[in-house]
């Protein structure tokens, strides 16, 4: 069932066995989950069904620290949340991003890669995806391309999977709707939490509308499932009764920070005559939309004191007919809007992206034209320069942080800053990375590398990939986490965080699928406790 706060007369009280906050993929995935398990949950969205502009600017905040990052506009505050406009690519983390490393200070999770198999697995659906096979050796017999026959000890082929995009609104709206064991109310920012008298538990939650209607929320359990900044925001404004922030007791609250540093840079020099077709597009494999990559070995990872990192190979042609050059903002609009239409939704943020493309038309007109002529007049031959693309890991920083700023939101509620630190030193890990995969390409005597990050390194060429993770991060010490291994906050035994904000560290895989397992794997332990 999906109500909304703003329509009649407020309830007084909501009541359920579990109270989920946030409509993202964790929040949606938990309550399903729970409802299917005979569950009542109350699930609580700020926004409505689609993007409004007074509710999007409750997001509205500073960055104070590396400034090719945006606290706003890369989250989404509305039913579906940002999956409204992430871009689709999967993998799960690496069992080396779960391990605790010497030569990375703060690195390692309190669980394993093995822990969290089993939700993966269970997590592909919901972002439709093909089979749960990360393993290139599962997919090469059936690739019309080879990979590049380069030493496996040194660097190997990395598999990633393309989601549609899912769009949670578009998915799972109906489901919700239609399920009596989800009452899911829009519109209800929450402004409060409010502990029992003396005690270690969330007594109730009070959710209020922009115009102040207002509602108690009781349950059971508590989830806050609002992403990675915002997670941090709610805990460090819930000062009522505990001065620095609920779970804060140990400052840890918003500090480790981490991205993803998207960076296309150094040049892939390959020779003519070999096949790179696996590379630079989706290759359609076995119901599965492949993206295929270069990654370091792990031992070799470890050995050279190197951050996880996966190099796309982004081809290059003479020709500007075949440069992407043009895909900037308006594009994206653009597309979003027309894939949405073909689906037969209308789609979000109708009105912005429609300005967005008549700001970038030039940009856009050239991207049809482009488009238009690669149908019919494909290159007739394979690039022989590719660009090196990633999302590189970061080392846990516990400098780099969220913080509350004296600036007030429409409730009164604290805005943040976001100081977001990047290292010179995890630059020059990822130049060395590139410097592998150069002396892998020369040793299998088809290529070489340009490089492109210099010594000393440009911070300015590290990008944002709106990955906001580890602000409430997962640690068996309450002195290094904010939340345990199962997510609940060590000093609060009925609330539990979900989403990125958990994350310990990084790795360099896009983290929605990591989200949508452990959101099943905290849904099995409220379960098996509620």
Known sequence: MISDLRDGEAPAEIVGDVCVVGTGPAGVTIALE???????????????????????????????????????????????GTSGHWTGLCAPLDPIDF?????????????????VDPFYARAQPYLDLGPYRYDWRDWAKLSPHPALPLDPAKVFTAVYQQSPPTRFAEKFRDTIANEPRIACWLHANLVDIALQDGSDAVQSLTVSTLDGRAAKVRAATYVLACGGLENARILLNARRQRPAGIGNEHDLVGRYYTDHMTIETSLALINPGVDTGLYPETIDIDGAALVIGLKI????VKRENLNNNTAFLVPQYEDEVYSDDFRNYGWIAFSTMLKTFSRGHVPDRLGERT?????????????????????????????????LRQDAEQS????????????????GLNRIALDWKVANADLLKLRRSHELIGEALGAAGIGRVQLGISDPPDPSIAFSGYHHMGTTRMHDSPREGVVDANGRVHSVKNLYMAGSSVFTSGGCANPTLTITALAIRLADRLAAIA
């Open 34 to 80: 729970l409802a299917r398990k005979g569950r009542n949950v109350v699930l609580l969205e700020g926004g409505g069904a689609a993007y409004e502009a007074d509710s999007q600017e409750l997001y509205r905040g500073q960055v104070i620290g590396h400034h090719n990052i945006d606290v706003a506009a890369s989250r989404l505050r509305q039913f579906g």
């Open 99 to 115: 391990e605790s490393r010497a030569d990375v200070p703060h690195h390692g999770w309190p669980i394993g890669r093995a822990d």
């Open 297 to 300: 070995n792990p031992d070799v």
């Open 355 to 387: 300005c967005d493309v008549i700001d970038d038309l030039p940009a856009v007109a050239t991207g049809v034209y482009r488009n238009a002529m690669r149908r019919v007049f494909p290159p007739e031959a394979a690039a022989s320069a590719y660009k």
């Open 396 to 411: 846990p920083n516990p400098d780099s942080r969220v913080t509350l700023i004296a600036e007030k939101d429409h409730f």
